[in-house]
């Protein structure tokens, strides 16, 4: 399985196998309008296309403790000192110059700004959540919170590449992509990587793609704004012709294509064109099924509550119970937590948007049997400073960007329950316990699914590549 991982792959390999992924139903699309859509006509005929799955599911390098993971990011960068690292000496100091003094970030900042929010301690653990996530704190005893976090800079298109893809500067494969490549899906009929967000975040497309890999692996993105399933993904639907149709036509086309190729054996792009026809025919049925959440009984829909995100966090359990390997859901538009004024109003309406829906979705995953096995990320790519940040020389009532220490945590899937893992100094700035870099928390991610971060490779110009770049180690500390 191993020598597999490290195998680089032909041009003719790498066509087909970004033929039979998502990203090529656009080019299904058009000949959908004009009912060519079809199912596995491909297979019956032996086309060379149709027999090759790149995301087939496969075994790991050794047995793992999460099957799938879903990414809720934070992004913009939440405040650790007002969601999951209390500083009690903060509010001491609230209004006055830090003794320590303040770290170099993005933006020049001033006193000390105490937290707007209080904190209590839930559960047997006793952990310490703020107000604003008193709902997620109701699952207090099933969070691994790492409060440690480093990242390499102030800023967010390079901070949320690092958190995103393991390096902050170029453009390389996401962590959704490498776990496809890994692992594959368990459902043919729908991609194994779903990245939701209502618009695009910073650094766009690249939090998603998939680089070098090929193309199959990259994320399939869904604009969360529209609501219908048919709206969430443009021509889904065959408005022309029934499937029964299709299925005729397609089986047609299949037929004459088998002829175009036996004079033609090298023409790989039409096996790719094959391909991508049958996935977006299936597509049709189990698409469509899956994010449309009004199938979902009333008091579910009601547990999850209104709004965009917390239908994102729905429609990401209809998407990992269906087989989806990976499903990411960006909080908002561009980059809505990063809170530089008004943090107090702010953040308070921000975890009201998406509290109620983070505390159902762990809920939804306990109570039908899927929570053990699915690893739950939630974060942002850095912190906040504790220092209020100056506009025009005068406090703005926000914080600057901090990439010295700030807080994520995780759930499910192998991790300590009720467990907290490193610390920042006493005013929250940096991380001076157990510190945890991004890519350590890639290692012992993809550790939780059953990979050595350094053996789970792609060569590339010359050399092997992997998540973890040359870096990274797994946080023993962690894991259950």
């Not at 080019?27 to 297979?43: D, S």
């Not at 119970?321 to 538009?333: A, K, M, N, P, S």
């Not at 406090?395 to 009720?418: E, I, Q, T, Y």
Request: aromatic share 8%; charged share 25%.
């Amino acid at each position: 399985m191993n020598a597999d991982f490290r195998r680089p792959i032909s041009r003719r390999e790498a066509i087909q196998q970004a033929g039979t992924g998502f990203g090529m139903l656009g080019l299904a699309a058009l000949l959908g309008e004009a009912g060519l859509l079809g199912g596995p006509a491909a297979a019956r005929a032996g086309t060379p296309g149709a027999t090759l799955n790149p995301l087939a599911p496969r075994a790991p390098q050794f047995a793992p403790k999460a099957k799938r993971i879903i990414h809720i990011y934070l992004n913009g960068g939440p405040s650790q000192v007002d969601t999951f690292d209390p500083k009690p000496l903060l509010t001491k100091y609230d209004g006055k110059p830090l003794p320590q003094g303040n770290l170099s970030t993005e933006r020049k900042t001033g006193a000390a700004m105490g937290s707007p929010f209080k904190f209590r301690k839930y559960g047997e653990s006793g952990l310490d959540v703020s107000e604003i996530f008193d709902r997620t704190a109701a699952h207090a005893d099933d969070l691994c919170v790492i409060r440690s976090m480093q990242a390499n800079t102030p800023n967010h298109e390079q901070s949320m590449r690092l958190m995103n893809c393991g390096d902050e500067r170029l453009s390389r494969p996401s962590m959704g992509a490498w776990l496809t490549y890994g692992l594959g899906s368990e459902n043919e009929n729908l991609p194994g990587y779903v990245s939701m967000c209502p618009g695009l975040p910073v650094a766009d497309v690249s939090n998603w793609r998939s680089a070098f890999l090929p193309g199959v692996f990259q994320g399939t993105y869904i604009d969360t704004r529209k609501e219908k399933a048919e709206d969430l993904i443009e021509n889904i639907r065959n408005a022309y012709v029934s499937n029964r149709e299709q299925r005729r036509q397609l089986d047609l086309l299949a037929e004459m294509n088998r002829r175009h190729l036996q004079a033609r054996a090298e023409d790989d792009a039409l096996d790719a064109r094959i391909a991508s026809f049958e996935l977006a025919y299936r597509m049709q049925m189990e698409a469509t099924d899956a994010f449309d959440v009004s199938q979902e009984p009333q008091h579910v829909r009601d547990m999850y509550g209104p709004g965009v995100q917390n239908r994102q966090l729905l429609i990401a359990r209809r998407l990992i119970e269906r087989g989806v390997r990976f499903v990411q859901l960006f909080h908002g538009d561009v980059q809505p937590w990063d809170s530089h004024d008004s943090l107090p109003a702010a953040h308070r309406e921000l975890g009201r948007q998406c509290d109620q829906g983070i505390a159902a979705l762990l809920t939804d995953l306990k109570q039908r049997g899927l929570f053990d096995d699915t690893l739950v990320l939630c974060g942002g790519e850095f912190g906040r400073t504790p220092s209020v940040e100056l506009v025009g020389g005068k406090p703005a009532m926000g914080r600057d960007h901090n990439h010295w220490g700030f807080s994520v945590w995780l759930a499910g899937g192998g991790v300590k329950r009720g467990h907290v893992h490193g610390a920042t100094d006493d005013f929250g700035y940096k991380a001076v316990e157990d510190v945890v870099h991004v890519h350590d928390l890639h290692a012992t991610i993809l550790h939780l699914l059953g990979f050595d971060h350094t053996k789970l490779t792609y060569r590339h110009a010359g050399r092997d590549f992997r998540l973890t770049d040359v870096h990274g180690k797994v946080v023993d500390a962690i894991l259950a």
